[in-house]
C-alpha cells in the first residue's frame, strides 16, 4: 500500500510538472503582445528575485557567498535561465509556433548526455550518439517542411531556438563538470535560484531599456499572465523538478522534458488554435525514436534549467 501510495504520488509531481513548465510556452505566448522579449523576461525575473530576497530574510538565509560561488552560479543562470528563456521569447515574438519550440528545446537533454564524456570524461556510449543525431533529423525534417527561406524573420525565428538549447547544455555541462571534480561549497536550492535570478535580471536589464525601452501594456491579460510564470513556472514547476530528483534518478527526470513537445502542442492548439502538422508528427516521431536511444545510458546528467 505504502508503495502504491508513493508511486502514484511521484507519477501526481511528474504530470504537475511537465504541465507547469510547459504552460510556460504558452504564458509567454500570452505576454509578449504587451511587451518585448527582452523586458518580459527582465519583469519575470526581478518579480522572482525580489520574491526570493523576502523569503531568504524570512529564514535568515540571505547571505554572500564570496565572488567565486557567485559567479559560477550566476554563470549557470545566465546561460539556463536568461539565454533560454529570451532565444524562445525571440521565436514566439517571430511567430514561431510554440508546440515547434518546445520540439527544438527538447534536444537538450539529449545533447547534454552525448556531449558529457567530452567535457566531464564520463562515458558516452554509441546508442547516446545515434539518438542525438536523429533528434537532429527530427528537428530537420519539422522545421524544413514549416521555414520560409525567403524570409528573414522566418529563418531567425526557427533557428534562434537552437541558441536556447546551446545556453542550457553549456550550463548543464558546466554543472557537471562541476558537480564531480569540484568540490566547493554547494549552495541550497533556494540560495542558488536566487543568485541565478538575480544574474539574469542584471544582464536583461540592460537590453530591456536601451532597446525596448521597457516597453509593457500594463493590462489585466498581462499581470495575469505574469504572476502564472513566476508563481506557477519559475517557483511550482522549478520546485517540483527538484522534488522529483530527490525520488528518482536525475535522467528519468530529464525524460520528462521529452513530453513537451506534445504537450505543449496540445496546449497551443486549446490556447491559439495552432495547426498540427502531418510533418510536425513525422517530426516528433522521429526525435522520440531518438529519445529511445539515449535511454541506452547508467550516467548521470545534471540538469541546470528552471
Known amino acids: 500500500m505504502t508503495f502504491d501510495k508513493t508511486k502514484k504520488y511521484t507519477l501526481a509531481l511528474a504530470a504537475g510538472f511537465v504541465l507547469l513548465w510547459n504552460s510556460g ?11 518585448g522579449p527582452f523586458t518580459l523576461v527582465f519583469w519575470r525575473y526581478m518579480a522572482l528575485t ?7 530574510v524570512i529564514k535568515n538565509r540571505l547571505r554572500w557567498v564570496g565572488w567565486r560561488v557567485a559567479f559560477f552560479n550566476m554563470l549557470i543562470g545566465l546561460l539556463a535561465h536568461g539565454v533560454w528563456l529570451t532565444c524562445v521569447l525571440f521565436a514566439l515574438d517571430n511567430n514561431v509556433p510554440a508546440g515547434i519550440i518546445a520540439l527544438v528545446v527538447a534536444l537538450q537533454p539529449m545533447a547534454t548526455g552525448a556531449l558529457a564524456g567530452l567535457v566531464t570524461g564520463e562515458r558516452t556510449n554509441i546508442f547516446q550518439w545515434i539518438g542525438l543525431i536523429l533528434g537532429f533529423s527530427g528537428i530537420l525534417v519539422t522545421v524544413g517542411f514549416r521555414i520560409d527561406f525567403g524570409s528573414y524573420q522566418s529563418v531567425f525565428g526557427y533557428l534562434i531556438p537552437l541558441l536556447s538549447v546551446a545556453g542550457i547544455t553549456i550550463a548543464s ?9 569540484d568540490k566547493g561549497e554547494k549552495l541550497p536550492l533556494d540560495l542558488t535560484l536566487f543568485y541565478q535570478s538575480l544574474a539574469t535580471t542584471v544582464v536583461v536589464f540592460f537590453p ?21 510564470l513566476i508563481l506557477a513556472v519559475s517557483l511550482g514547476a ?16 530529464a525524460s520528462l522534458f521529452y513530453l513537451g513537445p506534445p504537450v505543449t502542442m496540445l496546449m497551443a492548439w486549446l490556447a491559439f488554435g495552432d495547426t498540427i502538422k502531418w510533418m510536425d508528427i513525422t517530426g516528433l516521431a522521429i526525435v522520440l525514436v531518438g529519445v529511445i536511444f539515449t535511454q541506452f545510458n547508467n550516467s548521470k546528467t545534471k540538469i541546470a534549467n528552471s
Open 50 to 56: 525580489l520574491l526570493l530576497v523576502i523569503f531568504l
Open 238 to 253: 522549478y520546485g517540483l523538478m527538484w522534488l522529483l530528483i530527490e525520488r528518482l534518478e536525475t535522467t528519468k527526470v
Open 25 to 35: 510556452f504558452i504564458g509567454a505566448e500570452y505576454g509578449l503582445p504587451y511587451t
Open 208 to 228: 530591456a531599456v536601451f532597446v525596448e525601452n521597457l516597453y509593457t501594456e500594463w493590462e489585466p491579460v498581462f499581470i495575469y499572465t505574469m504572476i502564472w
Open 173 to 181: 555541462l558546466i554543472q557537471r563538470r562541476a558537480d564531480i571534480y
